[in-house]
């Protein structure tokens, strides 16, 4: 039994609308992915705080920056804290006004997220951290997790009403 025009126009709009859906949902979940590892890089900065309120301190007791690599930077950075923050501050980088940086491994600048460091309105440096390749365990995973299932199911809905949206107007393309 051959398949009606109807049929065939209802299926061609619902691959249609099933392909746009697809690329939405990739393009979608990439600059999810992207955004939140950002977002996630820049919330470790900010419980960064009393890092960088030490190196303001620092900074304003010498007026300058003491030498790249110094032990006094390295403790301003470390600090007098538990092992669990002292593996957090690892992570660390800091950088003069010009993002060179006085502390910490060398680094492509482009892979860094910073935060500026800022004494009167003036920048004199930036607390730094490599971006973050994947989206770590916890309560970000759980979060990203929820989005794309929100999303999975938001697509299984369009899904459905494409092809209701199509079967109605293939009738009404091959209505007499």
């Known amino acids: 039994m051959p398949i009606s025009l ?3 126009l209802a ?3 619902t691959l249609a ?3 746009l859906l697809g690329m939405v949902y990739a393009l979608t979940q990439r600059g999810f992915d992207r955004d939140f590892l950002e977002f996630v890089g ?3 900065l900010r419980n960064a705080s009393e890092v960088e309120q030490r ?3 620092l900074y304003q007791q010498e007026n300058a920056w003491p030498p790249a690599h110094s032990e006094i930077l390295r403790r301003a950075i470390a ?3 538990s092992g669990h923050e002292r593996r957090r501050t690892r992570r660390l980088l800091l950088l003069d006004a010009e993002q060179r940086i006085l502390l910490g491994p060398k680094r492509n600048p482009n892979n860094l997220i910073t935060q500026p460091i800022a004494v009167n309105n003036q920048t004199i440096g930036y607390l730094a951290i490599p971006r973050i390749q994947a989206i770590p365990a916890g309560l970000e995973q759980l979060f990203a997790a929820q989005q794309k299932r929100s999303f999975a199911i ?3 809905f369009a899904s459905v009403a494409a ?3 199509a079967w109605w107007f293939s009738g009404y393309f091959t209505a007499p």
């Open 79 to 81: 600090g007098d804290v």
């Open 11 to 13: 299926l061609a709009f």
């Open 55 to 57: 190196l303001l301190n």
């Open 154 to 156: 938001t697509a299984a």
């Open 6 to 8: 109807r049929s065939k």
């Open 17 to 19: 609308n099933l392909c």
């Open 163 to 165: 092809f209701g949206f």
């Open 42 to 44: 820049k919330q470790q």
